[in-house]
């Protein structure tokens, strides 16, 4: 570099009859002088980074987007703990379908139980429905967890792990042959619109009960 040169054009003295103890301290002037001028080089760099060439979340655009979701119907690139990198996608795309239906279920079931009861506990007074687990008991409850048990083990075909649940490759998550005739005679375009209205409902309905549920237990009074 310029730099390097002018300090040899410096320090390089030639002398009429040099010493050879002269030269051997010149040559370790020199050394030590273009050690130090290293640490002033510039230094070369790639063209971009990986990480500002690597495609960003549209949830969250401070994070890579995580790649496993790529053309998932209803994905943004939510995934900040990188579930999709550790585990099949299909059980997590199952798993949140299923949560958004249950969540959309107790939605309703949460305000309505406030105002309507079944025949068998009609005569439990009852305005905070969080204490509705509490008032029919641990049998009521049981039966509730045993059907629900057993509709998972039917609809999957005993393949309830993450192993086996989608042993079969043509398995669709969140697809358990209910209602499909109604979709028969709708186009590709149709279907996935009414997939994409399921996910974001049951992610509203996620968030929807969890506030709900939040409300009585912090205000201790009925949502309506």
């Known amino acids: ?27 370790a002037t020199i050394a030590a002088l273009m050690g130090s001028a290293a640490a002033f080089a510039p230094v070369h ?31 943004v690139g939510f995934d900040p703990l990188g579930f999709s990198d550790k585990w099949d996608i299909k059980w997590l795309q199952e798993a949140e379908i299923k949560h958004g239906r249950v969540s959309m279920l107790a939605t309703v079931g ?12 009609a005569g439990i007074e009852m305005d905070d429905s969080n204490m509705a687990p509490t008032l029919v008991g641990t049998s009521a409850m049981m039966q509730i967890v045993f059907a629900a048990g057993v509709e998972e083990w039917r609809t999957n075909n005993g393949n309830i792990t993450m ?11 969140g697809n358990l042959g209910f209602a499909t005739d109604r979709l028969a005679y709708k186009s590709e375009e149709e279907v996935n619109k009414l997939k994409l209205q399921e996910i974001k409902n049951g992610r509203l309905a996620m968030l929807a009960i969890g506030g709900m549920i939040h409300h009585n237990f912090v205000t201790g009074e009925a949502l309506l």
């Open 163 to 173: 192993d086996t649940m989608f042993s079969d490759p043509a398995r669709e998550p």
């Open 45 to 75: 760099t790639g063209k971009a980074s990986v990480a500002l060439n690597a495609e960003m979340s549209e949830s969250l655009p401070f994070l890579t987007n995580p790649k496993n979701t790529n053309g998932l119907i209803g994905s």
């Open 110 to 121: 949460f305000v309505t139980a406030e105002f309507i009861k079944f025949p068998m506990f």
């Open 1 to 27: 570099s310029p730099f390097r040169r002018t300090l040899l054009s410096l320090v390089v003295v030639l002398e009429p009859s040099p010493s050879p103890l002269s030269t051997m301290m010149k040559i």
